[in-house]
């Protein structure tokens, strides 16, 4: 008699839960520590103070600055602790490295009226003193206050005239284009001390350690920051990370490859040909999602459209016919664009695909379905419409103090008005309503793992993952709102969409014939938990530099490497798939 193994275990549904509960409980237990390290660890946005005590950066203006930056929406130009385009440059490392040449520019001057000294001694003493000056931490928690020194004190000030220079003056070598995007000094002066606060956390070092908030994220030798040995060491265990999970997946792979091909074509449907496709008769259901297809297919040319005009902006050819594009259309707006509508019309496409497979799962659909779906695709038009103007009235300054409820975020990747991110929900909202109505009559706890109750199960956890984006506001540390920012999109991104996708092309090919509605459940299953055992623990991967703890980045070497399995696996799956017609055949 043969043994039974850990495939014949995980491959019985009776036994899913409970690798499933373990590895959704660690992952988001682990998720819960990153947020709860975020909230207690993050760098505290104080008062800039000068030897004398008298504010030269208040915390209101590093708020109002961090407000002017997601207004213009510069971070569809250049990013902030790494996150964003890179058109421009990341101001936080910019910040940094102009703080530490204006303040050696400073004690040089100092110096000069002391003939006697040599050169480099004066020279290497300063770039010393410099150094010291910005990983020193003299925050006081009491007064909420940092003290500058005399040499940051200036830097602070300089860094004012560099970006009034970057912002108004189109000669200038960094110059922002086009010209006077940014006008009103107040404006500008806020925006520095927001940038001159980015600076000093990538350059200060956390309370009772030896590198900064970001792990001495830039390299930067001119203000001392050089990779940590947290950095170093967990990089190398991340590679090894790697190597054994993958190992260990293609292990188990190879034993469920021994599965003759017949447990996968055993009791499938008949193989679909080109006859059966053409007396395929849509349902009236089915023929409302083609509307989707449509909006897809328009929103993608659009999206292309709007890549072309970035990508000429990137390269600076942006001059037609003597018509310079980057005034009316300036690559903050192209850019916001060509990223949203890329979400817009794959979310389309997955939302008629589910609308399409609904009537096949369950053929008796209740009544109002079909105003429901036709009601939610206006939702849809107005969503597109209302952002798309939103995203280029927000940038260009027309929305006015409405910017961050009709115009634009400021968030990259979550652009939209606050407005707009609500009919987003709506419309989610009522994705789970139309499929649920559909799909209720053939769902059964009895069997938890069929092919309906996955569609429903992806689809609520993708609604209740997008409210994560109502957790914070533009006056929300910009450390923590980048966690939530980053909770709505790699979730979605590398979580449950990704398991949302392989639901809906399993039944795909379970209505093709090319598989068993038992074996595609079986290869959803095993991508659920590996997906979910990466992807939830994986965000960690875009929490590097942006002032988290060394336990997240622990977590991100380790499991953003691993992200990588379950595309690997796929992919075998998807070759041993590609070879079952002819197993069929024979």
Same mark, same amino acid.
């Given at each position: 008699?043969?043994?039974?193994?850990?495939?014949?275990?995980?491959?019985?549904?009776?036994?899913?839960?409970?690798?499933?509960?373990?590895?959704?409980?660690?992952?988001?237990?682990?998720?819960?520590?990153?947020?709860?390290?975020?909230?207690?660890?993050?760098?505290?946005?104080?008062?800039?103070?000068?030897?004398?005590?008298?504010?030269?950066?208040? $915390?209101?203006?590093?708020?109002?600055?961090?407000?002017?930056?997601?207004?213009?929406?510069?971070?569809?130009?250049?990013?902030?602790?790494?996150?964003?385009? #890179?058109?421009?440059? =990341?101001?936080?490392?910019?910040?940094?490295?102009?703080?530490?040449?204006?303040?050696?520019?400073?004690?040089?001057?100092? #110096?000069?009226?002391?003939?006697?000294?040599?050169?480099?001694?004066?020279?290497?003493?300063?770039?010393?003193?410099?150094?010291?000056? +910005?990983?020193?931490?003299?925050?006081?928690?009491?007064?909420?206050?940092?003290?500058?020194?005399?040499?940051?004190?200036?830097?602070?000030?300089?860094?004012?005239?560099?970006?009034?220079?970057?912002?108004?003056?189109?000669?200038?070598?960094?110059?922002?284009?086009?010209?006077?995007?940014?006008?009103?000094?107040?404006?500008?002066?806020?925006?520095?001390?927001?940038?001159?606060?980015?600076?000093?956390?990538?350059?200060?070092?956390?309370?009772?350690?030896? #590198?900064?908030?970001?792990?001495?994220?830039?390299?930067?030798?001119?203000?001392?920051?050089?990779?940590?040995?947290?950095?170093?060491?967990?990089?190398?265990?991340?590679?090894?990370?790697?190597?054994?999970?993958?190992?260990?997946?293609?292990?188990?792979?190879?034993?469920?490859?021994?599965?003759?091909?017949?447990?996968?074509?055993?009791?499938?449907?008949?193989?679909?040909?080109?006859?059966?496709?053409?007396?395929?008769?849509?349902?009236?259901?089915?023929?409302?999602?083609?509307?989707?297809?449509?909006?897809?297919?328009?929103?993608?040319?659009?999206?292309?459209?709007?890549?072309?005009?970035?990508?000429?902006?990137?390269?600076?050819?942006?001059?037609?016919? *003597?018509?310079?594009?980057?005034?009316?259309?300036?690559?903050?707006?192209?850019?916001?664009?060509?990223?949203?509508?890329?979400?817009?019309?794959?979310?389309?496409?997955?939302?008629?695909?589910?609308?399409?497979?609904?009537?096949?799962?369950?053929?008796?659909?209740?009544?109002?379905?079909?105003?429901?779906?036709?009601?939610?695709?206006?939702?849809?038009?107005?969503?597109? *419409?209302?952002?798309?103007?939103?995203?280029?009235?927000?940038?260009?300054?027309?929305?006015? =103090?409405?910017?961050?409820?009709?115009?634009?975020?400021?968030?990259?990747?979550?652009?939209? *008005?606050?407005?707009?991110?609500?009919?987003?929900?709506?419309?989610?909202?009522?994705?789970?309503?139309?499929?649920?109505?559909?799909?209720?009559?053939?769902?059964?706890?009895?069997?938890?793992?069929?092919?309906?109750?996955?569609?429903?199960?992806?689809?609520?956890?993708?609604?209740?993952?997008?409210?994560?984006?109502?957790?914070?506001?533009?006056?929300?540390?910009?450390?923590?709102?980048?966690?939530?920012?980053?909770?709505?999109?790699?979730?979605?991104?590398?979580?449950?969409?990704?398991?949302?996708?392989? +639901?809906?092309?399993?039944?795909?090919?379970?209505?093709?014939?090319?598989?068993?509605?038992?074996?595609?459940?079986?290869? +959803?299953?095993?991508?659920?938990?590996?997906?979910?055992?990466?992807?939830?623990?994986?965000?960690?991967?875009?929490?590097?530099?942006?002032? $988290?703890?060394?336990?997240?980045?622990?977590? *991100?070497?380790?499991?953003?490497?691993?992200?990588?399995?379950?595309? +690997?696996?796929?992919?075998?799956?998807?070759?041993?798939?590609?070879?079952?017609?002819?197993?069929?055949?024979?």
């Amino acid at each position: 008699m043969r043994k039974s193994t850990f495939m014949d275990y995980l491959l019985n549904p009776k036994n899913w839960w409970l690798p499933l509960v373990i590895i959704f409980t660690i992952s988001i237990t682990g998720v819960f520590m990153m947020g709860l390290h975020t909230y207690t660890e993050a760098p505290p946005v104080p008062d800039f103070v000068n030897a004398k005590g008298e504010v030269i950066f208040s $915390k209101d203006d590093i708020q109002q600055g961090q407000m002017v930056f997601q207004k213009y929406a510069l971070m569809e130009y250049g990013s902030m602790f790494g996150d964003g385009a #890179y058109r421009g440059p =990341d101001y936080s490392a910019e910040a940094l490295h102009y703080t530490a040449v204006f303040m050696t520019d400073f004690y040089l001057r100092n #110096y000069t009226g002391n003939s006697s000294a040599d050169s480099k001694v004066i020279e290497l003493g300063v770039s010393q003193q410099v150094k010291e000056e +910005i990983k020193a931490n003299t925050y006081n928690k009491e007064t909420n206050t940092t003290r500058l020194s005399d040499g940051q004190n200036n830097a602070a000030l300089e860094l004012i005239n560099y970006y009034s220079e970057v912002f108004t003056n189109p000669e200038h070598e960094q110059a922002v284009l086009p010209s006077g995007y940014i006008r009103d000094p107040d404006e500008i002066r806020t925006l520095s001390a927001f940038f001159f606060w980015g600076g000093w956390v990538c350059g200060v070092e956390r309370p009772e350690k030896s #590198y900064s908030y970001t792990h001495n994220w830039p390299y930067d030798a001119v203000a001392g920051n050089t990779p940590s040995a947290a950095v170093i060491i967990w990089s190398i265990i991340g590679s090894f990370g790697l190597i054994i999970g993958l190992g260990i997946v293609l292990y188990y792979h190879g034993r469920l490859e021994k599965l003759d091909d017949s447990a996968f074509t055993n009791q499938a449907a008949p193989l679909m040909t080109t006859s059966g496709v053409s007396n395929f008769k849509p349902t009236a259901i089915q023929r409302a999602t083609y509307k989707f297809f449509y909006a897809a297919l328009v929103l993608f040319v659009v999206q292309v459209l709007a890549g072309i005009l970035t990508v000429h902006d990137f390269v600076g050819f942006v001059n037609f016919w *003597g018509f310079n594009i980057s005034e009316p259309l300036p690559i903050t707006v192209t850019r916001s664009w060509h990223v949203q509508l890329s979400l817009l019309w794959i979310s389309a496409c997955w939302i008629g695909a589910s609308f399409f497979v609904m009537p096949m799962l369950s053929p008796e659909q209740p009544t109002s379905q079909l105003r429901l779906i036709n009601f939610m695709f206006a939702l849809i038009i107005l969503l597109v *419409g209302g952002s798309v103007a939103g995203l280029y009235i927000g940038p260009k300054g027309l929305s006015g =103090d409405a910017w961050y409820w009709i115009g634009h975020q400021g968030w990259e990747y979550l652009e939209p *008005g606050k407005l707009w991110q609500g009919l987003l929900y709506l419309i989610f909202g009522l994705w789970v309503l139309i499929l649920y109505r559909g799909l209720k009559t053939v769902m059964t706890l009895k069997k938890p793992w069929a092919l309906p109750n996955w569609l429903v199960y992806a689809t609520v956890s993708i609604l209740l993952l997008l409210y994560s984006g109502l957790m914070f506001t533009p006056k929300t540390n910009f450390v923590v709102a980048d966690f939530w920012r980053w909770m709505v999109i790699h979730m979605w991104a590398e979580a449950f969409f990704e398991v949302f996708t392989t +639901i809906l092309i399993g039944y795909f090919m379970v209505l093709m014939g090319l598989v068993s509605e038992r074996a595609a459940t079986r290869v +959803i299953y095993l991508a659920c938990l590996l997906f979910l055992g990466s992807g939830l623990l994986g965000i960690s991967h875009n929490f590097y530099w942006n002032a $988290k703890p060394v336990f997240t980045m622990a977590l *991100g070497s380790v499991f953003s490497t691993l992200q990588v399995v379950p595309l +690997i696996l796929l992919t075998l799956e998807a070759w041993r798939f590609s070879k079952l017609p002819s197993q069929l055949e024979n």
